[in-house]
Nanobody
Framework: QVQLVESGGGLVQPGGSLRLSCAASGFTLDYYAVAWFRQAPGKEREGVSCISGSISGSRGTASYTDSVKGRFTISRDTTNNTVYLQMNSLKPVDTAVYYC??????????????WGRGTQVTVSS
């Protein structure tokens, strides 16, 4: 059974850090592009970051939305079949439910077939 499970969310003060994990089961995550999306209440789902997979021939290529560049880092842990999102210098505007998703290539959220259930990130003092 193909499954993605996010973890690592929580409440953090502005300027703090969190590391989100996206653990896969039922398939080899390294083959696929993995993206992090987020959705705040009343807003559309937004792409945060994506890392390409070995299927694409450009494994490890990472991209970020402008608002998180220099603060967030996406990475893979092949041994644990997991992708991480390290989030530093967090701001209240980063508050959202964060989802990981996997598919053949990076793209918009409509292109991703496999999704986790999300983890809440709240940045507040």
């Amino acid at each position: 059974q193909v499954q993605l499970v996010e973890s690592g969310g929580g409440l953090v003060q502005p300027g703090g850090s969190l590391r989100l994990s996206c653990a896969a089961s039922g398939f080899t995550l390294d083959y696929y592009a993995v993206a992090w999306f987020r959705q705040a209440p009343g807003k559309e789902r937004e792409g945060v970051s994506c890392i390409s997979g070995s299927i694409s021939g450009s494994r490890g290529t990472a991209s970020y939305t402008d608002s998180v560049k220099g603060r967030f880092t996406i990475s893979r842990d092949t041994t644990n079949n997991t992708v991480y999102l390290q989030m530093n210098s967090l701001k209240p505007v980063d508050t959202a439910v964060y989802y990981c998703a996997a598919d053949l290539a990076c793209g918009t959220y409509k292109q991703f077939a496999y999704w986790g259930r999300g983890t809440q990130v709240t940045v507040s003092s």
